[in-house]
C-alpha cells in the first residue's frame, strides 16, 4: 500500500511506463466517481427541492418560466395555427374531460361576468356575442397528453370582443383568467395569446351550438396553447398584471404558459 | 515493452459522460410523457406484435400519471442535451477529429467486415484506425439522431411557431413519432455499445475516461553480432 501512494505521488518523469500507467488510471478514475458522485448528488438535491402547491419545485419552475421567456419571443400574430379544410374536422369531436362541467348549469339564467373591477360586472349574454361578427377555424387542437384532432369551430374573436364591448384598458393588461360557473376550473392566459388573431370565443362546434360536455353555452378556443387552455363553460373573465390563477400549472405541475 | 498511447481528448471524455446521464434523463421523462397518450406498436391490422408499452414495463419503472413531472424535467434537461451535443460537434470540426469520426468511401464495404469479424464468421481483422468503419457509421450517425431529436422535438414543443419545421417532418403526429422512433434507436444503440466495449475489454474503457490506452509494442531485436 505505502507503495502504491508513493507511486502516485512521484512525479511523471520518475516513473517507469507501468507505474505511469498505474497512476494516470488511478487519477483519472479518482476525478471520475468524485465527478460523477458530484453529479448524482445534484440529482438528488434537486429531486429533493420544495415543491409549490403544483408539486413542482423552485428552481426546475425558474427554467420553464425562462423557457418562455425564450420561446414566447416566437410568439407573433402572423403565425397561425394551420386551417384544414372544414370536410376534415372530426364529428363527433373527442371529449377528453368534464372538469367543471359536473355541476348542472342554469341555462336560462347563464351569461358570462366580464369583471372589469371590483362591483363592475359586465353581463354579457350569448345572443349579444352572437350578434358580433362570427369568425370560423378548423385547425389541428392539440391536447397535452400527446394526441391531436381537426376540429372545426365558430364564435367570435376575442380581440374582436375586447372592441367590440371598449375592454382595451383591461386587455393592456398582463394577463386574462377564466374560471367555469361552479369555479371548479380555471385557467390563466398571457395577454398576447389571449389577443392572437385565432383566439375564439366559442359558440359552435361543427355549425352547431356546443354540446353540454364540451361546454356549452360558451367556451375558449385557443390554437397557440394545448387544450386544457380552452377553458369549457366560460362564467367569469377577469384581467390583472400578475399571473392569473390556472388549475393544471397551481395544482398539478403543469407549465402556466402551455404555449405551442 | 509497453506504451501510452493518446486516445480520446479530455473535451470528448467529458462530452460522453455528460450525454450518459442527460439522454438517460430525457428517456425517462419523454417515457412519463409518453404514458399519457402510448398508441404507437408494431404490428400488422389488428395483430399488435409489440406494444409500446405492456403495463408491466409501466408499472416496473414508475411511470404512470406523472405526465407534468415528465414534460418539466424534458423541458429542462433538454438545454443540457442541446448544448453539450452542440459543443461536442463544434468540438469535433474544430479539433480536426471529425476526420477519425466521419465514414469516408471504403467505409459502407469495411463496415461489412467489421459485422462479419464481430460475430466471427470473418477472421481476418479489418483496418482499426482510432474507430473502425462499424463506428465511424454508428458515431456519426448517432449525431444525425440527435439533431434529428433536437428538431423534431422542437417541431412538437412549438407547432405553431415552428410550423415550417412541423411540416418538414411530415405534420405534428409523424413528427412525434419519428421523435419516439429515435429514443428507441438511442436504447438499441446503447445495447450494442455496451456489448461491444465489454467484448473489447478493460484497455478500450479506461480509455473514454484516463484518455489513453497501452499498446504493446515489440522491442527491437538487438544483433548478435555487428554488421560489417
Given amino acids: 500500500m505505502p507503495h502504491f501512494f508513493k507511486t502516485i505521488f512521484t512525479k511523471n518523469s520518475k516513473l517507469n511506463t507501468d507505474q505511469l500507467i498505474l497512476k494516470k488510471t488511478v487519477v483519472s478514475f479518482f476525478f471520475f466517481f468524485v465527478l460523477g458522485g458530484t453529479a448524482f448528488w445534484g440529482w438528488q438535491w434537486l429531486r429533493h427541492q420544495p415543491t409549490d402547491s403544483g408539486k413542482t419545485s423552485a428552481p426546475i419552475r425558474r427554467i420553464l418560466n425562462t423557457n418562455e421567456k425564450i420561446f414566447n419571443g416566437w410568439l407573433s400574430d402572423k403565425h397561425l395555427a394551420k386551417q384544414y379544410p372544414v370536410s376534415m374536422a372530426a364529428d363527433p369531436a373527442r371529449v377528453n374531460g368534464n372538469l367543471g362541467l359536473k355541476t348542472p348549469l342554469d341555462t336560462a339564467n347563464w351569461a358570462m361576468n366580464v369583471i372589469r373591477a371590483k362591483g363592475d360586472t359586465l353581463k354579457i349574454k350569448l345572443e349579444d356575442l352572437r350578434r358580433l361578427p362570427k369568425t370560423e377555424i378548423t385547425f389541428n387542437f392539440k391536447c397535452i397528453e400527446g394526441w391531436s384532432q381537426v376540429t372545426h369551430w365558430g364564435g367570435v374573436k376575442f380581440s374582436e370582443f375586447i372592441r367590440a364591448y371598449g375592454l382595451s384598458e383591461e386587455a393592456g393588461m398582463k394577463y386574462l383568467g377564466l374560471s367555469t360557473p361552479d369555479k371548479q376550473y380555471y385557467v ?72 405551442l | ?214 499498446e504493446k509494442v515489440k522491442e527491437e531485436p538487438v544483433p548478435e553480432e555487428p554488421l560489417n
Fill in chain 2, 1 to 214: 515493452m509497453k506504451k501510452i498511447v493518446k486516445k480520446h481528448p479530455l473535451a470528448i471524455r467529458w462530452f460522453h459522460w455528460i450525454n450518459f446521464p442527460v439522454l438517460a434523463i430525457m428517456i425517462w421523462s419523454g417515457l412519463l410523457i409518453y404514458w399519457a397518450n402510448d398508441v404507437y406498436r408494431i404490428g400488422f391490422g389488428s395483430t399488435t406484435l409489440l406494444k409500446f408499452f405492456p403495463n408491466s414495463f409501466y408499472q416496473a419503472f414508475k411511470i404512470p400519471y406523472r405526465l407534468s413531472e415528465g414534460m418539466a424535467y424534458h423541458f429542462v434537461f433538454m438545454w443540457l442535451f442541446f448544448l453539450n451535443g452542440i459543443a461536442y460537434v463544434l468540438y469535433t470540426i474544430i479539433s480536426g477529429e471529425w476526420r477519425l469520426l466521419l465514414p469516408n468511401r471504403h467505409s459502407f464495404k469495411e463496415a461489412w467486415q467489421v459485422l462479419l469479424h464481430d460475430l466471427h464468421i470473418r477472421k481476418t481483422k479489418p483496418v482499426q484506425g482510432k474507430y473502425n468503419a462499424a463506428q465511424r457509421i454508428a458515431y456519426s450517425a448517432i449525431i444525425v439522431m440527435g439533431i434529428g431529436s433536437i428538431l423534431t422535438g422542437l417541431a412538437i414543443y412549438k407547432p405553431v411557431q415552428l410550423e415550417w419545421l412541423c411540416i418538414l417532418f411530415g405534420g405534428y403526429k409523424f413528427a412525434r413519432i419519428i421523435h419516439f422512433a429515435l429514443t428507441i434507436g438511442y436504447v438499441l444503440f446503447f445495447l450494442v455499445h455496451i456489448i461491444q466495449v465489454i467484448l473489447a475489454g478493460w484497455n478500450n474503457f479506461r480509455a473514454i475516461v484516463t484518455g489513453f490506452e497501452v
Fill in chain 1, 188 to 259: 390563466g392566459i398571457d395577454m398576447p395569446s389571449a389577443l392572437h388573431p385565432q383566439t375564439l370565443l366559442c359558440y359552435e362546434l361543427n355549425d352547431k351550438p356546443l354540446p353540454m360536455d364540451q361546454g356549452y353555452p360558451l367556451r375558449l378556443i385557443i390554437p397557440v396553447k394545448y387544450g386544457v387552455k380552452s377553458l369549457k363553460r366560460i362564467g367569469d373573465m377577469y384581467f390583472s398584471n400578475e399571473r392569473t390563477p390556472d388549475y393544471w400549472a397551481d395544482k398539478k405541475g403543469y407549465d402556466y404558459f402551455s404555449g
